[in-house]
């Protein structure tokens, strides 16, 4: 199982073995994985690390398993600069991840790439997973490519480029009549009584890790240096804590220098309950029935919120929301002066940074990342309005000339 030493109860530090299992049978309480990191720092390098595959997996001494990858790819996706957003929201030194460059086009192939590795390595040969969209891509595209079964439980509703998404792969699909939550509750009721790996029920502690790879690579790709400000978005809350514990890792290990790295949280309004939590001070997050158009995000009930909130707080960052308005506003505010086409994850994560930034939280000389967790073809429909064609003309470049004239363009 790779460098994994034991999964440990993040309240009550009891450890367990290395096993399908997430939860504490003493407290409930998630669990985590352990690693030794005196015993990595001893062979870890930037080195070793830069000669490693173009994939998550050139970080796999701080990742679970090891021998029987699932590997589409997934990882080392582009880290560019944005100077022409930043410069519409007053910020000097903002940098864009863009996950949509992942096998599937969102964040969660690098969750489904580690999960499904630790699924094998258990020894199953079928797995399943309750998605709001993306891991249902990410879950049935791993699967077919290593050849195990899955089942995959989405809510009905979903948008229609994850249906298709998904059903391409040729596995099973199981649309419930039922949000996200009921769909998720449904899950954890079959993984009693099905021996298969649950991606994000009881693998989900190894799932959960694939996401620091986001941290990894944004250290590596910013010359081994930790940013000053990170905003992700958030569903379950798990990537945002990941985000912490990865640059948390590669301080300890050695690869960076400390540095005092705030992280943000974004959420959408129909669906708010960590930045509700966050905002009012308080610890304990209180389910929400989700609404709204940013259905990847659209967790009422988040099983890592009070992490994250945790999370934000230690780090000195912040949370916002924002409305379905501003998420439109902000996938096309991306694309107009970046060039990327975000699903609305990323209209989040851009409307948030934009409100951070007026309010002055994210300052202007900061090195600040923004997460663009999935693609905008798997939203289209958020956007479709008010996205056609300028104008339509005969084939004759007299039409063309009358209507560039129009707009002040003459040959
Ligand atoms: C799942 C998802 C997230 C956030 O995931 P967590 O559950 O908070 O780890 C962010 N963006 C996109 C596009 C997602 O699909
Ligand atoms: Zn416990």
Same mark, same amino acid.
């Given at each position: 199982m790779g460098r994994i030493e034991a999964l440990r109860c993040r309240e009550c530090g009891r $450890?367990?073995?290395?096993?399908?299992?997430?939860?504490?049978?003493?407290?409930?309480?998630?669990?985590?994985?352990?690693?030794?990191?005196?015993?990595?720092?001893?062979?870890?390098?930037?080195?070793?690390?830069?000669?490693?595959?173009?994939?998550?997996?050139?970080?796999?001494?701080?990742?679970?398993?090891? $021998?029987?990858?699932?590997?589409?790819g997934a990882g080392l996706t582009p880290l560019v600069p944005a100077p022409r957003l930043g410069a519409e929201l007053g910020l000097s030194d903002l940098w864009l991840k863009n996950d949509t460059a992942n096998p599937t086009h969102s964040f969660k192939d690098r969750v489904v790439s580690v999960a499904l590795t630790m699924a094998r390595e258990f020894g199953f040969d079928t797995v399943g997973c309750a998605s709001t969209g993306?891991?249902?891509? %990410?879950?049935? %595209?791993?699967?077919?490519?290593?050849?195990?079964?899955?089942?995959?439980?989405?809510?009905?509703?979903?948008?229609?480029?994850?249906i298709v998404m998904t059903a391409i792969y040729g596995q099973t699909l199981v649309a419930v009549e039922g949000n996200y939550d009921e769909v998720n509750r449904l899950c954890a009721e079959l993984a009693g009584t099905y021996d298969w790996a649950f991606?994000?029920?009881?693998?989900?502690?190894?799932?959960?890790?694939?996401?620091?790879?986001?941290?990894?690579?944004?250290?590596?790709?910013?010359?081994?240096?930790?940013?000053?400000?990170?905003?992700?978005?958030?569903?379950?809350?798990?990537?945002?804590?990941?985000?912490?514990?990865?640059?948390?890792?590669?301080?300890?290990?050695?690869?960076?220098?400390?540095?005092?790295?705030?992280?943000?949280?974004?959420?959408?309004?129909?669906?708010?309950?960590?930045?509700?939590?966050?905002?009012?001070?308080?610890?304990?997050?209180?389910?929400?029935?989700?609404?709204?158009?940013?259905?990847?995000?659209?967790?009422?009930?988040?099983?890592?919120?009070?992490?994250?909130?945790?999370?934000?707080?230690?780090?000195?960052?912040?949370?916002?929301d924002v409305s379905?308005?501003?998420?439109?506003?902000?996938?096309?505010?991306?694309?107009?002066?970046?060039?990327?086409?975000? $699903?609305?994850?990323?209209?989040?994560?851009?409307a948030v940074l934009k409100k951070l930034a007026q309010a002055g939280v994210v300052r202007p000389e900061e090195k600040t990342v923004a997460l663009i967790t999935g693609d905008g073809l798997k939203t289209i429909e958020a956007v479709s309005a008010g996205s056609g064609p300028t104008f339509t003309i005969k084939p004759k470049t007299s039409e063309f000339e009358a209507k560039a004239a129009e707009m002040g363009v003459k040959p």
């Open positions: $450890e367990y073995p290395v096993e399908p299992l997430h939860v504490c049978e003493f407290c409930f309480a998630p669990l985590e994985v352990v690693f030794d990191y005196d015993e990595i720092a001893k062979s870890i390098s930037r080195a070793r690390i830069e000669a490693g595959p173009r994939s998550i997996w050139r970080y796999s001494d701080l990742l679970p398993g090891g $021998e029987k990858r699932v590997d589409l993306n891991l249902a891509n %990410a879950t049935a %595209a791993h699967a077919a490519a290593a050849g195990m079964r899955a089942f995959i439980f989405v809510p009905a509703d979903l948008e229609v480029g994850k991606v994000n029920v009881n693998v989900r502690p190894y799932y959960a890790e694939g996401s620091k790879t986001l941290a990894f690579e944004i250290a590596e790709q910013l010359g081994w240096q930790a940013p000053d400000h990170v905003i992700a978005p958030i569903a379950s809350g798990s990537l945002l804590t990941k985000i912490k514990r990865g640059l948390d890792e590669f301080t300890r290990v050695g690869l960076i220098e400390k540095h005092p790295t705030r992280i943000s949280g974004a959420q959408a309004t129909g669906c708010a309950p960590v930045a509700t939590a966050f905002k009012a001070g308080v610890d304990a997050i209180r389910p929400v029935k989700p609404a709204g158009i940013a259905k990847s995000l659209a967790i009422g009930n988040p099983a890592d919120g009070y992490y994250a909130v945790k999370a934000v707080r230690e780090t000195g960052g912040s949370m916002e379905d308005e501003e998420i439109v506003e902000g996938i096309r505010l991306l694309a107009r002066t970046e060039g990327i086409f975000a $699903e609305t994850a990323g209209g989040v994560v851009i």
